[in-house]
């Protein structure tokens, strides 16, 4: 059974850093693309930033680039999303999701076939 199981949400103080992990079960990663997202109360889920299966290669949404960093750990089968100046429109649930593919990553929630259940992230004083 494929499973991807989120931790590392949590309340953070404006201009802070959170560390997020998806720890994948089931399946190796390196053979597929991987992707954050999140959705704020209220609006669509949005890509945060995908990593290519190759690992060679990622895109990250212009409201999170050079703050947010995506990466993988194969040895732990985990991915992860450091983010570091927390603005308090991070706001949101975030999912890390998984699709078989080669190529190029993408950011669009359709676009991925397995998900994690989410973690919730806070930035506020």
């Known amino acids: 059974q494929l499973q991807l199981v989120e931790s590392g949400g949590g309340l953070v103080q404006p201009g802070g850093s959170l560390r997020l992990s998806c720890a994948a079960s089931?399946?190796?990663?390196?053979?597929?693309?991987l992707g954050w997202f999140r959705q704020a109360p209220g609006k669509e889920r949005e890509g945060v930033s995908c990593?290519?299966?190759?690992?060679?290669?990622?895109l990250y949404a212009n409201s999170v680039k050079g703050r947010f960093t995506i990466s993988r750990d194969n040895a732990k089968n985990t991915v992860y999303l450091q983010m570091n100046s927390l603005k308090p429109e991070d706001t949101a649930v975030y999912y890390c999701a998984a699709v078989r593919v080669q190529g190029m990553c993408r950011m669009g929630p359709r676009d991925y076939n397995y998900w994690g259940q989410g973690t919730q992230v806070t930035v506020s004083s």
């Open positions: 089931g399946f190796t990663l390196d053979y597929f693309g």
């Open positions: 990593l290519s299966s190759t690992g060679r290669s990622t």
